[in-house]
């Protein structure tokens, strides 16, 4: 998936980080395909732990602050998403890289965009704007 304005919440830090996470799964898509993945695997996994936590943070924040209706449901889907990351990591950490896990991380990460980003963050923009 690319980045689309449709997608901003008014927000810039998170807009940026949601820029940010689109181009990262991108560019661990073409690793995959040129036969990197095993190369940069783990550190996919441990950046998007890093970041999901602050991000999520931040987020969860801004849609409490400006009252968004949406935020519970956010707060419930990050947790579900940081623990399907966590089933990852545990699996890496026991058998070590696995292509057919990182393909199902990469669609992990881009339904995580389209079905999240796309349909609940974008929420905030309208308590933002008002």
């Known amino acids: 998936m690319k980045w689309s304005e ?3 919440t008014g927000v810039e830090r998170i807009d940026d980080d949601h820029k940010m996470i689109f181009k990262m799964a991108e560019d661990f898509c073409i ?3 040129d036969g990197k993945g095993d190369s940069v695997y783990s550190v996919l996994l441990d950046f998007l732990t890093l970041y999901c936590r602050g991000h ?3 987020e969860e924040q ?3 602050k400006f009252r968004c209706p ?3 449901k956010n707060e ?3 947790q579900t998403f940081l623990e399907t990351l966590s089933e990852f990591q545990e699996r890496y950490d026991a058998n070590g890289y696995n292509y057919n896990d990182a393909r199902e991380l990469v669609g992990t990460v881009d339904r995580w ?3 999240h980003i796309c349909r609940i963050d974008v929420h905030l923009k ?3 704007n008002k």
């Open 76 to 78: 419930r889907a990050h």
């Open 31 to 33: 690793a995959l395909d």
């Open 126 to 128: 309208h308590c933002v």
């Open 113 to 115: 965009l389209e079905d």
């Open 6 to 8: 449709d997608y901003a």
């Open 56 to 58: 999520f943070g931040f």
């Open 70 to 72: 949406v935020a519970e």
């Open 62 to 64: 801004c849609m409490r």
